[in-house]
């Protein structure tokens, strides 16, 4: 089945520096690649949707310079959180559509931790 | 719009009881996705169950079971026998398929599963 592969698990950075999160989906070609930000204890929210070598369409509220995301092949996308903050300190989780009627829905990262001190 | 109410936010129940994880969901495509995930403490999702909204058969899968029922919005999910690993946070999504696959989630609900 399809497989996404999420980078880091989990990273703590300094306020002020840039972290890069990596998902690369294994054993398909994602065309669309969905973007989610969990704070503690609650949902996953959608934050953006890229598309292959095309700019991201972010959802309302979510601040495209501070959340760079980058679809440069289909195997491959980043989302860059830029200048982090404490309250960008959040879990971040990848998805990948692109994929057939078998695997929709499966195509989860498992997840960056990111912790902002 | 699309929409994903789930009612109960936290539910303890003694292991070997059953439990009803109730979802609710709002959308004005005629064909759409359901999901069930898990999500134990450490984070990462676990796929349970996808439906497509031509299939109204209710689902049963070892002590898990779903039930839905179109003319209720309603995709409810039971756990038979609890036991204390089902012990998680719970989500109900839900997909249009005339859109671009995005996911929607409701905001879960966390089940205590007491020994």
């Known amino acids: 089945g399809a497989v996404v592969s999420q980078h880091p698990s989990r990273v703590i950075c300094k306020s002020g520096t840039s972290v890069k999160i990596e998902c690369r989906s294994l054993d398909f070609q994602a065309t669309t690649m969905f973007w989610y930000r969990q704070f503690p204890k609650k949902s996953l929210m959608l934050m953006a949707t890229?598309?292959?070598?095309?700019?991201?369409?972010?959802e309302q509220g979510v601040e495209k310079d501070k959340f760079l995301i980058n679809h440069a092949s289909l195997t491959l996308s980043t989302l860059t959180v830029t200048s982090a903050h404490p309250e960008d300190s959040s879990f971040y989780i990848c998805s990948a559509g692109g994929v057939g009627e078998i695997d929709y829905g499966y195509t989860f990262g498992s997840g960056t931790r990111l912790t902002v001190v | 719009a699309q929409k994903v109410t789930q009612a109960q936010t936290e539910i303890s129940v003694v292991e070997k009881e059953d439990v009803t994880l109730d979802c609710v969901y709002e959308t004005r495509d005629t064909t759409y996705y359901l999901f069930w995930y898990k999500q134990p403490p450490s984070g990462e999702l676990v796929f349970l169950i996808r439906?497509?909204?031509?299939?109204?058969q209710n689902e049963i899968s070892g002590r898990y079971s779903w039930n839905f029922q179109k003319s209720t919005s309603s995709f409810n999910f039971t756990i038979t026998a609890s036991q204390v690993v089902d012990s998680a946070v719970y989500f109900c999504?839900?997909?249009?398929?005339?859109?671009?696959?995005?996911?929607?989630f409701g905001k879960g609900t966390r089940l205590h599963i007491l020994p």
């Open positions: 890229s598309n292959e070598g095309s700019k991201a369409t972010y």
């Open positions: 439906r497509n909204s031509f299939d109204e």
């Open positions: 999504a839900l997909s249009e398929m005339n859109r671009d696959d995005k996911i929607i």
